[in-house]
């Protein structure tokens, strides 16, 4: 069994900052891609950045050049730094891991609980 724990949602003005950190625990062998996403208030679930396994990131339009993802495998973690936020990244923000948790190539997915992320304008 394999969790995914969030870490550092919460309340900020606009053009602040939030880290945001998921750290997975369990029966993990090896974790390939790593990823955020987010749900904002009547939105469907939509991807910020991704990671895998070799640090080859990519990031939505809405993210690129202010939120930077980042991994430290040895804590089975990931990393999300957002900076100059605005009120429209208002959303429950998710992490997605896939993990393998055995000898065969096949990877689990797993999801956090989601951290709230409200931003004021």
């Known amino acids: 069994q394999v969790q995914l724990v969030e870490f550092g949602g919460g309340l900020v003005q606009a053009g602040g900052s939030l880290r945001l950190s998921c750290v997975a625990s369990?029966?993990?062998?090896?974790?390939?891609?790593m990823g955020w996403y987010r749900q904002g208030p009547g939105k469907q679930r939509e991807l910020v950045a991704r990671?895998?396994?070799?640090?080859?990131?990519n990031y939505a339009d809405s993210a690129k050049g202010r939120f930077t993802i980042s991994r430290d495998n040895a804590k089975n973690t990931v990393y999300l730094q957002m900076n100059s936020l605005k009120p429209e990244d208002t959303a429950v923000y998710y992490c997605?891991?896939?993990?393998?948790?055995?000898?065969?190539?096949?990877?689990?997915?797993?999801w956090g609980q989601g951290t709230q992320v409200t931003v004021s304008s």
């Open positions: 990671i895998t396994s070799d640090d080859n990131t």
């Open positions: 369990g029966s993990i062998r090896s974790i390939n891609a």
């Open positions: 997605l891991m896939f993990v393998r948790v055995d000898s065969s190539r096949f990877e689990y997915q797993y």
